[in-house]
RNA sequence: GCCGGGAUGGCGGAAUGGUAGACGCAGUGGACUCAAAAUCCACCGAGGGCAACCUCAUGGGAGUUCAAGUCUCCCUCCCGGCACCA
């Protein structure tokens, strides 16, 4: 009859379907799993990445399943964003109707691999049903003071026609199409992340002890905690007091000049308090720093630039004026926006100071070698060495200079104790049309205020062709736009910004708890039962945008209730999975290297595209993809499949118990039923602990190897053979579950394989009679020596010590030790 | 520059400090066949030997240990993250 992959897959993936195999309860008393994967953007087809993600999913709930847990296994769409608006443009459609149509494409690629998805629960974000809580979730951080409108400069991307958030620029270039940023000064939306910063970096150590240590490190380093002080330089001609941060406390001595950003306020007042002539030249400074792009302005090895005004500030500490700089390399975004200057010990700053001719005062003395010189140095000394020129802490070595100072400083008033983090408020708004419209209405006389929460969703329209990708086509709807304001009722225009998609990306995982519920954005009954998140698994490029993002809206929601107290991380362990690889680059459209998880299933099935998908490589590694790997994958399958087919008759014959090993005295039937429990115990432990699903199924087809050389020869031989076979369906269902399936019910089973418990294991049946005895001399291996299991130390010397065999290797040189260890190995150390 | 991770056959990859190379891919030889496909059997790190066996081998070098792919130190190369963050 053959393997007929298509009909097979189509039929049981019917049969799942009507008899809702799949579809899961919050149970309180039933323990719970929650697995989960990145919902994908619809942007027309899954991909081979997609594919791999869902396949270990998938996998996962399912062997859960088996292990008799209550399993939450959802999937939706991440469907607003910049994509939908670029292909409506290029196929003359409107976003809305290209999204749904893809939605509906890939929901159906979805049931095409047999993933166990509970489908009735499945969230798009452009959904208003959705996208309404959105709304009402950025009204509690508002009430919260979470959220606030800022005029600075923002990183904005020409081509995709919006700002982006700090964690969207890679390398200086937008993440989504690699175009350059540009920092533009514009009035935006922003939410106070960095409240939680202190949270996010805390919880890393005590609650993501099940995340990769790689994602741990990255975003440890993303939030960038910095302790220091602040100081102030009173500048009494500008009437402003200067505010710096420092790191280094203890090279306050040091201080030669102080810098500030361009864009610091100061600078302005400076402007206008100048001589015309002088003013216009600091203007044009100011201006040649705002043509930079970020990638010049943040290149380390840049030239630094700066601008000297004629005015001073304050040295706390001395009392001693300050000259006060202008300089391109002062980030407006950290800290004050103004440093304090100390070339002696700080690399950029003695740059800066060799350039323009600004002394050069050490106040660190290196612990051994020549003193320095602050005329002749050539480099800042960094390091840590011993106080100099500081007064009454002269002597001291840099790390008690620190402590000491900063304590003093603080007594003293010249300073106060801070803590800066190099995360950023996270820039919200987009100039996007196809995304949730932000719930503000800006009103004439009340100014920007908050659509009333009864009126929510503010409905984004549908109906709308875009045009431009470089203007939102909200902005050009009165219709929509025109509205009256909540507060005083007067006439008023909606916010025609739209949210950062990634708002909608960070808890879509509480909503598919309670998809229906409307009185909220998820009902606590549910989320209680099912969040966290057990097992959460996607791709590394996460680590600090999505990953951060879900892991501070958890904190909220937890915050104000929503989320019950104890919970305050949104996902226990994750698995990033490695990227597709093809031809040594990553499957693109542009490299022309893509396979179309379509015509592989097609061809091969969906059995064999998951199983070659879990076997080719670990899943923290890159995948190489190779037809004949899959091929090979499609092979075993097939054996697995002869092998039950062709010996049908006997294996439903033998029904029934399966024999105890105490029964067993055949050598052979021993071992085959040792493989056979063996296999149980590696491949649990492969996929539960180690998460090593290739080795997992490695150890399947050892096991079908052993079925194909046992050799039945009487009746409890064949019961142990169908034992095997049984087992051997079971552990591969997970992996490949239409065929599994089949096969099971061509033995006779009435039940759903998909609802039947994972293999027990009989621990008796794992003890050898006989081990292989490694004889080693001197470390070599010489001699391999067969006895029954269980032999104590002393003995063991003794039965290897007089075999002849071993007496020849050891040729009659001197006996210095002999290492026993029990079931393993003997180590002869000889001289000579 | 700083912080991570890694380097094992022709390839993907296995190896609680205890037989390096499981499993698969590719390859070689054979069986079946008129022939091919499929399937089955054998071989498959390098060198030496008729053979039993021996020597070398986990990027390079040292060390710890009875024993190191695995632990420690140094070096080389690759990959990733951060980077004018005061």
Redesign the pocket.
């Known amino acids: 009859m053959g393997y007929d992959f298509q009909a097979i897959e189509a039929k049981w993936q019917k049969v799942w379907e009507e008899r809702k195999s799949f579809e899961v309860e919050t149970e309180p008393d039933k323990k719970k799993f929650y697995c989960l994967e990145m919902f994908p953007y619809p942007s027309g087809a899954l991909h081979m990445g997609h594919v791999r993600n869902y396949s270990m999913g998938d996998m996962l709930a399912r062997f859960l399943r088996k292990k008799g847990m209550n399993v939450l296994y959802p999937m939706g769409f991440d469907a607003f964003g910049m994509p939908a608006e670029n292909a409506a443009i290029k196929y003359k459609t409107k976003p809305h109707d290209w999204t749904w149509r893809n939605i509906e494409h890939e929901t159906n690629q979805s049931k095409r691999m047999g993933y166990s998805y509970d489908w009735r629960r499945r969230v798009e974000t452009c959904n208003p049903n959705y996208y309404r809580w959105n709304q009402w979730i950025f009204l509690q951080m508002y009430k919260k003071g979470l959220v606030y409108r800022k005029h600075a400069p923002v990183n904005w991307c020409e081509t995709c026609g919006t700002v982006l958030a700090?964690?969207q620029v890679?390398?200086g270039a937008c993440w989504r199409c690699e175009k350059p940023v540009v920092k533009k000064s514009l009035e935006q939306w922003f939410i106070k992340i960095t409240d939680y910063a202190q949270e996010l970096l805390d919880n890393i150590d005590t609650h993501l002890t099940g995340w990769p240590?790689?994602v741990r490190?990255?975003q440890r380093?993303?939030i960038?905690r910095?302790e220091?002080a602040r100081l102030s330089f009173r500048a009494e001609e500008l009437d402003y007091t200067i505010e710096?941060?420092?790191?280094?406390f203890d090279t306050v001595y040091g201080i030669t000049f102080i810098a500030l950003?361009p864009e610091h306020e100061l600078v302005s007042a400076m402007i206008a308090k100048l001589p015309k002539e002088e003013a216009a030249r600091l203007s044009d400074f100011v201006a040649q720093c705002a043509a930079q792009s970020s990638i010049?302005?943040?290149?380390?090895?840049?030239?630094?630039?700066g601008f000297a005004t004629p005015f001073t500030g304050t040295h706390p500490v001395t009392g001693k004026p300050i000259p006060i700089w202008i300089a391109?390399?002062?980030?407006?975004?950290?800290?004050?926006?103004?440093?304090?200057g100390?070339p002696a010990h700080?690399q950029?700053?003695f740059?800066f100071c060799r350039k323009y001719g600004i002394p050069v005062i050490p106040v660190i003395q290196p612990a051994e070698g020549a003193a320095l010189d602050g005329t002749t140095m050539t480099a800042a000394f960094e390091e840590d060495g011993v106080s100099c020129n500081s007064g009454q802490f002269d002597g001291l070595p840099t790390q008690d200079a620190i402590r000491k100072m900063i304590n003093w400083g603080e007594e003293k008033g010249y300073c106060s104790r801070e803590v800066?983090f190099?995360l950023r408020d996270w820039l919200i708004s987009r100039q996007r049309y196809w995304g949730t419209p932000i719930p503000f209405v800006h009103c004439p006389s009340c100014g920007v205020v908050p659509v009333s929460e009864d009126q929510l969703p503010v409905l984004l329209p549908e109906d709308v062709q875009v045009v431009d990708v470089g203007r939102s086509p909200l902005l050009d709807m009165p219709e929509w736009l025109e509205t009256t304001c909540p507060v005083c009722g007067g006439k008023a225009r909606r916010e025609a910004e739209t949210m950062d998609t990634f708002f909608c990306s960070s808890w879509y995982f509480d909503r598919y708890c309670s998809p229906g519920f409307d009185k909220g954005p998820f009902d606590a009954k549910d989320t209680d039962y099912w969040m966290p998140v057990d097992q959460y698994i996607g791709g590394?490029?996460h680590?600090?945008l999505h990953l951060i993002y879900a892991r501070f809206f958890t904190m909220f929601l937890s915050d104000i209730g929503l989320l019950k107290p104890e919970v305050r991380e949104p996902f226990t362990n994750l698995l990033t999975q490695?990227m597709v690889i093809k031809d040594g680059a990553k499957m693109s459209k542009s490299l022309g290297n893509v396979v179309d998880p379509t015509e592989i299933v097609e061809k091969y099935g969906a059995d064999t595209v998951r199983l070659f998908i879990l076997?080719?490589?670990?899943p923290q590694?890159?995948?190489?993809w190779?037809e004949?790997?899959v091929?090979?994958?499609h092979?075993?399958l097939?054996?697995v499949w002869?092998f039950v087919e062709e010996n049908l008759d006997s294996l439903k014959q033998t029904g029934g118990e399966f024999v105890p090993m105490s029964k067993l005295s055949d050598p052979a039937q021993r071992d085959f039923k040792r493989k056979i429990h063996g296999t149980i115990q590696s491949v649990t432990r492969?996929i539960d602990e180690?998460k090593?699903f290739?080795?997992a199924?490695?150890?399947l087809?050892?096991l079908?190897?052993a079925l194909?050389?046992f050799r039945p020869a009487d009746e409890i031989g064949y019961a142990l053979r169908r034992e095997a076979v049984e087992v051997l369906l079971n552990c591969l269902s997970p992996f490949s579950p239409h065929i599994a399936e089949e096969l099971w019910q061509m033995l006779g089973n009435e039940t759903l394989l998909s609802k039947t418990s994972w293999p027990i294991l009989d621990k008796d049946a794992l003890a050898a009679d006989s081990?292989?005895i490694?004889v080693?001399v001197?470390?070599?291996?010489?001699?391999?020596l067969s006895m029954s299991a269980g032999i104590d130390e002393a003995r063991l010397k003794e039965r290897v010590m007089s075999d002849p065999q071993v007496h020849e290797?050891i040729a009659g040189r001197e006996i210095v030790?002999v290492?026993a260890?029990p079931d393993?190995?003997v180590?002869i150390?000889v001289k000579g």
């Open positions: 700090n964690e890679v390398n240590e790689r490190i990255m380093n993303w960038g910095s220091g710096a941060f420092t790191t280094r950003a010049e302005r943040s290149d380390a090895g840049a030239e630094k630039r391109n390399y002062i980030l407006m975004d950290y800290g004050t926006g103004a440093i304090m100390v700080d950029r700053d740059d800066n190099r590394i490029e680590a600090c490695g076997f080719a490589s670990p590694n890159d995948l190489d190779s004949q790997g091929e090979g994958a092979r075993f097939n054996r002869r492969d180690e090593q290739n080795t199924i490695a150890r087809m050892e079908t190897n194909y050389s081990v292989v490694v080693q001197n470390g070599k291996v010489r001699a391999k290797k030790r290492i260890v393993k190995l180590n150390v």
